[in-house]
């Protein structure tokens, strides 16, 4: 159950984290090309995360999207929160290539979809909100006295965070949508 946690952890903030502080500049610097990236600041998943009703037809673009994306990922990483204006450039053609307004679109999409995909059990498939089943991990670990206190304590210090960062499904009618393309998504972002 620990590393299924673990791993929950990872796809919420990553999920979430990978193109939101990107998205953020990319939407910032549309709004003011002069201002510096720096003073953009790196919010936290919770803060940048909107929540939107999922169609079928943006997650069908959000998995065609993900070759595009994975080729150019190496450039995401490594852009952090302040990607120059070509990648900025490259990143709005791909969002606009697939059927995006814009990037932060896109970004939105993903963002809700990381959201469904990390409270679906793995050999059920039922939804439990992530913010529900961290919560219930939480409590396991502290009653868990075969794990050593360092770990513990890390253990629970990262589902603290995550607990705190990460958002409530506001739009249950999400799960049917990101339940129904499951097999696709998992295999694009492999």
Known sequence: ??????????LIIGGLGLFAGIALAVAEDAKAPNAPAAEHGAPSPSDDVKQIKLTDDQVTHFIGAQADLAAIASKIQAAGDKPDPTLQNELENIAKKHGFQTF????????N???VMAGLDSG?????????ALKKEHEEVEK?????????????????????????????????????????IEKALQ
């Open 113 to 115: 979809i990381s959201i």
């Open 1 to 10: 159950m620990v590393s299924s946690t673990k791993a929950a952890i990872r």
């Open 124 to 132: 059920t498939g039922n939804f439990v909100d992530p913010v529900d």
């Open 144 to 184: 868990d006295n075969s794990i050593p206190e360092a770990d513990k304590k890390q253990l629970l210090d990262e589902l603290n965070e995550a607990i705190g960062t990460t958002p409530r499904l506001q739009y249950k009618e999400n799960v049917d949508i990101v339940k129904a393309h499951r097999a696709e």
């Open 104 to 111: 932060a679109e896109l970004d939105d999409v993903a963002a």
